[in-house]
């Protein structure tokens, strides 16, 4: 069952995407009323982990499956502010997939809800969060969010740090210089 996102007359839910095939997170909150509390940020990852001689046709299930689930969501909660944690490539093989998610889930969000999701770079958002200048690692936005006692991680907790982003682009109170 979903938590209820939002207390406020007029709500301003913003979510964060980390894009991933195998465990795309998911975290949404309402920039109006969630006053960095962090049980009442919602998350979820979808994708599944294919063998690596799969078939085209599985391959293809699992890109509609992310994207028709993010897009469900974001019509769920109504949601017009979706921010996307831009692209870092680790294997060559694995980007062009990557790429090719990014591409189907920012094209449905346009087709069908007419949101149009912003991209930020993986360094902004996690320098903001940290509050380092540098690089920030995905270790140590791990280990902040188990300082913060954050009930999600990994994948989901990637996604809630792209939120938060995206929520102090938006002007509203974000956590910001989490120091470990």
Sequence with gaps: MQK?????????????????????????ACAICWSLDLSRVSTFAVGE?????????????????????IVGYVAACECKNVFVEGYSYGKQFTA??????????KYALWERRGVA???????SVRKFFL????????????????????????DEGDA???MNFGIAELGYRAMAGVTL
């Excluded at 301003?12 to 980390?18: F, N």
């Excluded at 509050?131 to 009930?151: F, Q, Y």
């Design 4 to 28: 209820k996102l939002c207390v406020c007359k007029v709500p301003k839910i913003v979510v964060g995407l980390d894009l991933s095939l195998t465990a795309t997170g998911v975290a949404s």
């Design 49 to 69: 982990k294919l063998p690596r001689d799969a078939s085209a046709q599985l391959r293809a299930s699992r890109l509609a499956l992310i994207t028709n689930k």
């Design 96 to 105: 062009h997939q990557l790429g090719e998610l990014g591409g189907a889930v």
């Design 117 to 123: 999701a912003m991209p930020v770079p993986p360094t």
């Design 131 to 154: 509050g380092r200048s540098g690089k920030g690692s995905k270790d140590a936005v791990a280990d902040a969010l188990k300082k913060l006692s954050a009930p999600f991680k990994g």
């Design 160 to 162: 809630f740090v792209v």
